[in-house]
């Protein structure tokens, strides 16, 4: 991570000198640049004095429901912020879909697991147990033994940054900026 952030810098600086020859005039896309590449720090994005007054003005420019400044350039490019609250631990998928209460989201494991044999009776409601954490129970044939296997579902966790940008430089790759 440390390696990819120094890249990014290099290319910042680079592009930088590149646009500081250039002739034309360009401020919404300089200060662009030093927002992406500020909220790009792992650290957080006002770890070093040179990123609060940037970013402090992002945060004013948004609240007036402004939209998110751009920065391109040779090698440069960065998409539309886009908003992804939930998300689900490592083995789980994030699903959606309505429930009673309207519109749902759910984390349903990628694989089966064991669970209790229980949930596989024939009189189960609906593959689902009690609280309705399973899908999709059925016995299986496992290291010579019958288990009883299921997708098991959790509750998605919330992103404590929502939105997010991807930030794409040449010969260094593409990054996830969270904010």
């Known amino acids: 991570m440390k390696s990819l952030f120094f890249r990014t810098i290099i290319a910042a600086l680079g592009f930088g000198s590149l646009y500081l020859s250039s002739e034309r005039s360009a401020r919404a896309d300089e200060w662009g640049c030093q927002v992406i590449l500020c909220l790009s720090n792992p ?24 939209s998110f400044p751009t920065c391109s350039g040779v090698g440069f490019q960065s998409s539309r912020p886009r908003y992804e609250p939930l998300y689900c631990s490592e083995g789980y998928h994030l ?5 009673p209460q309207g519109q749902d989201a759910t984390c349903v494991s990628t694989s089966m697991q064991v669970v209790s044999n229980d949930l596989c009776r ?4 609906e593959g689902r147990g009690r609280s309705g954490s399973i899908s999709s ?20 966790l919330v992103r404590e940054k929502p939105r997010y940008i991807d930030v794409t430089i040449d010969g260094v790759g593409k990054q996830r900026v969270w904010f």
């Open 43 to 66: 650290g957080g994005a006002t770890q070093y004095a040179e990123c609060r007054p940037p970013i402090q003005k992002l945060w004013r420019w948004l609240a007036k429901g402004r």
């Open 95 to 99: 699903t959606g879909g309505y429930g």
């Open 122 to 125: 024939p009189d189960r409601d």
């Open 137 to 156: 129970a059925r016995w299986q044939w496992d290291d010579e033994r019958q288990q009883c296997m299921a997708y098991t579902m959790s509750r998605p």
